[in-house]
């Protein structure tokens, strides 16, 4: 029997997390035998390592974790991990109602740790190539990926769900400076800051700039505050003010309730437009109310004359404040900024510059699809607006039809349960094709599941986390990692024989 892996996941984040503890808790899944693995890059499971700075808050309920919202009985909910390592009462007598990003990233190791036995970590996926079988139809995907030492290894699938989280947005106005030293987004903060910070200790006056407005930015200028007592630090943002993250209860319900992403889906692409407008200060450009006053009290406190001497002040909030170029000088960046009202640009310059720009999502800009470009719209920026205009058109025809499901699988390039849908469908609708015709070269350097059955079923693609506009804004988010793990484990069960 050729070597093939009901389901491989290609990142280990959350998401994949969620769907992994889905399955492996399924008594379904263990009596069909249902194999999985998932390639992670990363040494070993970390959440966002590199902005674990101290102090900082889960922005959701811990009950929004791995499993509740699926199965609020599962071993592997928050509630369980403060059990297990004896911290319920003193957690419950706690005054926040959030955990710490720390203890978050220990409970979500944790539950990791449980689930090793599927992991492949160090393991960076390069490639996804379907690969047709003898009846001309798409038999297996093929994923690629390189090992810790450098080499490279396949893993046969039927199933793949990519869910690699977002890629560092660069703004264009920073492309020219975005490989110097001195230059770090919040995606690499902590680990470059290893490098960058006693080099900034050793100078005798500092000047920073932190670009954004959103809750990178605030956490990285806190850090700075406090890293760098001395230094000047600018934090530079197009909004006029920063603004807090709304986390109120019928905002929350909207915006990220199970129900929500349901409503959400149903919706035609126009209205899907306007909620996510509508929901943006949930989680973009926004910052929790109580870094927001922190920040404006440490401002304030620099005015206060002390025995009527006036300082310089450390903390320079410009917002409405456009970043036109940059360039790097010696061991300096220079920033040509606009504020937003003012014809005359003015050039300041910094000793670092820290980005807080957020993340792309787009799966279409996910480095390692291009074998499956062709047959996916939603894997090329053409496709996408193809897809648009297509759904943009259905939508203002006002036509019925029969199988609205269907349909709107078709013109939005994903189905509900996140399978993408092939642009020629009959092209990986295996019918005669079973796994046992696997040509023997192709399984050569091939990773295998411990056991493996034959099956006939039609490979397919999986995408989480790049699908707002489709699915709602709590698509990134943890609210719904859960719920989703839910839906996409009935489905993945539902079209896996006995
Ligand atoms: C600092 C920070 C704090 C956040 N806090 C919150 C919060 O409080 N609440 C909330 O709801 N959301 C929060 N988020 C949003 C975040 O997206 C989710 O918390 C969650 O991490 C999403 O899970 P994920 O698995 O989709 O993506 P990720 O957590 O990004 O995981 C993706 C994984 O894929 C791996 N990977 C990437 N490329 C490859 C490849 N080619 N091969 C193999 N592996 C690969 C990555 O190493 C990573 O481990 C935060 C985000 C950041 C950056």
């Not at 979500?108 to 379907?130: F, H, K, N």
């Not at 080499?151 to 492309?175: D, F, K």
């Not at 002390?306 to 410009?318: A, K, N, P, W, Y």
């Not at 996140?418 to 642009?423: A, G, S, W």
Request: glycine share 6%; net charge negative.
């Amino acid at each position: 029997m050729a070597p093939i892996f009901d389901l491989v996941g290609v990142g280990f984040g959350p998401a994949n997390l969620s769907l992994c503890i889905a399955l492996h808790e399924s008594e379904e899944a263990r009596t069909k035998g249902f194999s999985m693995v998932f390639l992670e890059k990363q040494p070993q499971f970390a959440w966002h390592r590199t902005l674990l700075l101290p102090g900082t808050q889960l922005q959701v309920s811990p009950m929004k974790d791995l499993v509740t919202m699926r199965d609020p009985t599962s071993y592997f909910s928050f509630t369980n991990f403060l059990h297990v390592h004896g911290r319920l009462p003193a957690y419950i007598n706690r005054s926040e109602s959030v955990p710490s990003r720390r203890e978050w990233s220990a409970y979500l190791a944790w539950a990791a740790r449980s689930m090793e036995q599927y992991a492949r970590y160090g393991t960076t996926v390069l490639d996804i190539e379907p690969v047709k079988g003898s009846d001309g139809k798409v038999a297996y995907n093929r994923v690629i990926a390189r090992d810790a030492s450098g080499n490279t290894h396949s893993y046969l699938a039927r199933n793949v769900c990519v869910a690699v989280g977002g890629q560092a947005n660069i703004p264009e106005s920073l492309t020219s400076v975005i490989d110097a030293p001195r230059v770090i987004h919040s995606a690499q903060f902590l680990t470059q800051m290893k490098t960058l910070e006693p080099i900034l200790r050793a100078k005798k006056s500092l000047r920073l700039a932190v670009l954004g407005a959103g809750q990178s930015s605030a956490e990285m200028l806190v850090y700075l505050l406090d890293r760098f007592p001395e230094a000047q630090i600018d934090m530079i943002f197009r909004a006029s003010a920063l603004v807090p993250s709304d986390d109120t209860p019928f905002v929350n319900s909207a915006a990220f309730d199970p129900a929500s992403s349901q409503r959400f889906w149903e919706l035609p692409l126009k209205l899907r437009r306007q909620h996510v407008v509508e929901f943006k200060h949930t989680n973009y450009s926004v910052v929790r109310a109580d870094l927001i006053a922190q920040i404006y009290e440490a401002a304030y406190e620099e005015r206060v004359e002390l025995d009527g001497e006036t300082s310089e002040c450390r903390i320079c909030i410009q917002p409405n404040t456009l970043v036109l170029n940059s360039e790097e000088s010696g061991d300096q960046i220079v920033l040509h900024t606009r504020p937003v009202h003012v014809a005359e640009p003015v050039s300041n310059t910094f000793d670092a510059v820290f980005l807080g720009t957020g993340f792309v999502r787009d799966a279409y800009r996910m480095p390692f699809v291009d074998s499956l470009r062709s047959h996916f719209s939603l894997l090329s920026a053409d496709g996408v607006q193809r897809l648009r205009e297509s759904e943009e058109a259905f939508d203002n025809s006002g036509d019925a039809v029969a199988d609205p499901e269907a349909e709107r699988g078709r013109t939005r390039g994903i189905t509900r349960d996140y399978f993408l849908v092939p642009d020629e469908p009959d092209a990986w609708n295996t019918t005669s094709e079973t796994i046992s015709s696997v040509p023997k070269e192709a399984t050569e350097n091939v990773e295998a599941p411990a056991e493996t059955r034959d099956r006939v079923v039609s490979p397919r693609i999986l995408v989480l986390g790049c699908n707002e506009s489709t699915h709602g804004i709590s698509d990134s988010l943890l609210s719904v990692a859960a719920h989703r793990a839910g839906i996409i484990k009935s489905s993945l069960l539902a079209r896996t024989p006995e």
